[in-house]
Antibody
């Protein structure tokens, strides 16, 4: 059974940093692209970033480019999102999502999410 | 950025009714479109990809159609567990974008 368990959310001050983790199990982690998708309170879904398996290429939404960094540790089957220079508009539930292939165009499994609140 | 527009924003229906949700892209996305269902307090669930292919375990009452800029998700006979918010997502390029969602509520 595929499981994705996010952690690392919490309250952070504007301008601060936070690192999210996503522990994956139930599938061959190194064979699939992994992504982060967020959802602001009462809002829709916003794709944030994807880590592909093709050369470890990474992609970011314009709203987070230069501030967020996606990475993965194959030995730990874990995906990360390092978030720097956080802004109020980054407040959201952050979901870890598995791609159906190595590119990760769309997402067949999702974690339950971890909430990040950016506020002073 | 490709903008995805869903309509209507809210749909009030009775169980057993046929439901049609629309999703329009600001430019062609070919058949690179997925649909998700999200219930309150839960993560989204993949329903359809490739505009018309049902994901594993998705009931046959869900069907997707369309290509280019116009897409439709149809629920042939709405069940109680189908009341949720539905999102479309295009993946025609790296900047994946979602629609704003259509809420299907009980009439």
């Amino acid at each position: 059974e595929v499981q994705l368990v996010e952690s690392g959310g919490g309250l952070v001050q504007p301008g601060g940093s936070q690192r999210l983790s996503c522990a994956a199990s139930g599938f061959t982690f190194s064979s699939y692209a992994m992504s982060w998708v967020r959802q602001a309170p009462g809002e829709g879904l916003e794709w944030v970033s994807t880590f592909t398996i093709s050369g470890g290429s990474t992609y970011y939404a314009d709203s987070v480019k230069g501030r967020f960094t996606i990475s993965r540790d194959r030995s730990k089957n874990t995906l990360y999102l390092q978030m720097n220079s956080l802004r109020a508009e980054d407040t959201a539930v952050y979901y870890c999502a598995k791609g159906m292939d190595g590119i990760g165009w769309y997402f067949d499994y999702w974690g339950q999410g971890t909430r990040v609140t950016v506020s002073s | 950025e490709i903008v995805m527009t869903q309509s209507p924003a809210t749909l009030s229906v009775s169980p057993g009714e046929r439901v049609t949700l629309s999703c329009r892209a600001s430019q062609s996305v070919s058949s690179n479109l997925a649909w998700y269902q999200q219930k309150p307090g839960q993560a989204p669930r993949l329903l359809i990809y490739g505009a018309s292919t049902r994901a594993t375990g998705v009931p046959a009452r869900f069907s997707g159609s369309g290509s280019g800029t116009e897409f439709t998700l149809t629920i042939s006979s709405l069940q109680s567990e189908d009341f949720a918010i539905y999102y479309c997502q295009q993946y025609n390029n790296w900047l994946r974008t979602f629609g704003q969602g259509t809420k299907v509520e009980i009439k």
